[in-house]
């Protein structure tokens, strides 16, 4: 079982949440529009709450906790399962899209299909380098 931890919340009260609740933990911006449109598309899929969606603009101290720097947050969607194996890009989405009806039917493709999760991951790659620049959000 997954041990408890403690995370602030934007008040900078430590609130104890039980982490065995979710099934991933998905770290993501808040402040990018395309990914947060993305995300709350998933969220309202989420309705069994397996997923708990931290926005780094704002929680640095989980980011902190999951030992993972702001820089690296930015970089690239970092998502850890219930035994803290942390995945980022595409990869962290399919620990997402497995929790999530419609898009967990996507993901025996991508692990079946060789060439499928390649691709992805490239067309993720350059989405991530450029989508600052795509958004107009300035790189903190």
Request: with cysteine; proline share 4%.
């Amino acid at each position: 079982m997954k041990p408890k931890r403690n995370c602030v919340d934007m008040s900078n009260n430590v609130l104890s949440s039980n982490e065995s609740d979710y099934k991933v933990t998905m770290y993501h911006d808040g402040e990018c529009p395309l990914c947060n449109y993305e995300v709350s598309i998933m969220k309202k899929l989420d309705t069994s709450k397996a997923i708990k969606w931290i926005d780094i603009s704002k929680d640095k101290k989980a980011l902190e906790i999951a030992g993972i720097s702001y820089q690296q947050a930015m970089d690239r969607v970092h998502v850890e399962d219930q035994n803290h194996n942390m995945q980022t890009g595409v990869r962290g989405f399919m620990l997402v899209w497995k929790e999530l009806p419609y898009y967990r039917r996507v993901v025996p493709i991508i692990e079946k299909v060789p060439f499928i999760l390649p691709i992805l991951e490239t067309f993720y790659s350059v989405f991530a380098k450029y989508r600052l620049t795509l958004t107009g959000k300035k790189r903190s």
